[in-house]
């Protein structure tokens, strides 16, 4: 799909400006709802690959940010029971839901190798983010 592949390449040149731009975030992914199955699949990203590319509702701080509606920042990921861990750099984590139409279908995801670096000006900035995203995401985006 053309349209689908030019918004694909804009999520990665987001991905790559937000971790040179901000020395704290150290991974930055989009995660979008997977057609009609209940987990996440991982579209762009920059910093490592990660293995874990498909997430299931509920799991880790992705998955219950799919199911919460809300953002969720994990100061020390240490203290997360239902966490999915990625690399042993990653000290902290913040996930910021995107909503096309009113619906959450995706998130922002960022790791940090810094402890607790996230504030409210982060939550706010990342909800910017994604208020532009879903402004250029066809209406159709997570569901095919
Ligand atoms: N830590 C996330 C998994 C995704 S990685 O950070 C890229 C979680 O607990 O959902």
Do not use: M, R
């Not at 991974?27 to 990203?45: I, R």
């Amino acid at each position: 799909h053309q349209e689908n592949a030019s918004v694909e390449e804009k999520l990665t040149q987001i991905c790559a400006n937000l971790k040179s731009e901000i020395p704290y975030y150290n991974w930055v992914g989009f995660y979008f709802k997977n057609g009609d199955k209940n987990e996440l699949k991982l579209h762009s990203f920059a910093g490592e690959p990660t293995d874990h590319t498909i997430i299931p509702f509920g799991k880790g701080i992705c998955g219950q940010v799919a199911v919460s509606n809300k953002n969720f920042v994990v100061p020390d990921v240490k203290a997360q029971d239902n966490y999915i861990a990625c690399s042993i750099d990653v000290k902290a984590e913040i996930v910021v839901p995107l909503f096309k139409d009113g619906e959450n279908i995706g998130q922002i995801d960022i790791d940090s190798h810094t402890p607790d670096p996230f504030t409210l000006e982060d939550e706010a900035f990342l909800e910017f983010v994604n208020e532009k995203v879903a402004e250029i995401l066809p209406t159709n985006f997570s569901k095919v």
